[in-house]
């Protein structure tokens, strides 16, 4: 399956951005869709993810009641809905897929796309 992100941009801080996930090539229901996230110098980080049928999510707890996972298999598409961003949200944000393993493991995960930035200012 391939993954394309888009939706990142500039924001000032307390704005919100809702981040997509477009799949193609596969059978999308099947997979379990996770976001991360990379600052420079930093390690890649978990944000969410959220199982085939949309009825399970994961949230890092940097995110908790901030942002919010969901998707519509029809349109093969994960959104990421961020709210009440604050400037160390700022970093790329990529999807992933998975079909096993830890939820919150990057290397859990087969599938990435290229990742779309988010910038928060202050």
């Known amino acids: 399956v391939q993954l394309q992100a888009s939706g990142g941009g500039l924001v000032q801080a307390g704005g919100s951005l809702r981040l997509s996930c477009a799949a193609s090539?596969?059978?999308?229901?099947?997979?379990?869709i996770g976001w991360f996230r990379q600052a420079p110098g930093k390690e890649r980080e978990f944000v969410a993810s959220i199982s085939w049928s949309g009825g399970i999510t994961y949230y890092a707890d940097s995110v908790k009641g901030r942002f919010t996972i969901s998707r519509d298999n029809s349109k093969n598409t994960v959104y990421l809905q961020m709210a009440s961003l604050k400037p160390e949200d700022t970093a790329n944000y990529y999807c992933?897929?998975?079909?096993?393993?830890?939820?919150?493991?990057?290397?859990?995960?087969?599938?990435w796309g290229q990742g779309t930035q988010v910038t928060v200012s202050s």
């Open positions: 090539g596969g059978t999308f229901s099947m997979y379990i």
């Open positions: 992933a897929a998975r079909t096993g393993g830890n939820t919150r493991d990057p290397d859990s995960y087969a599938y």
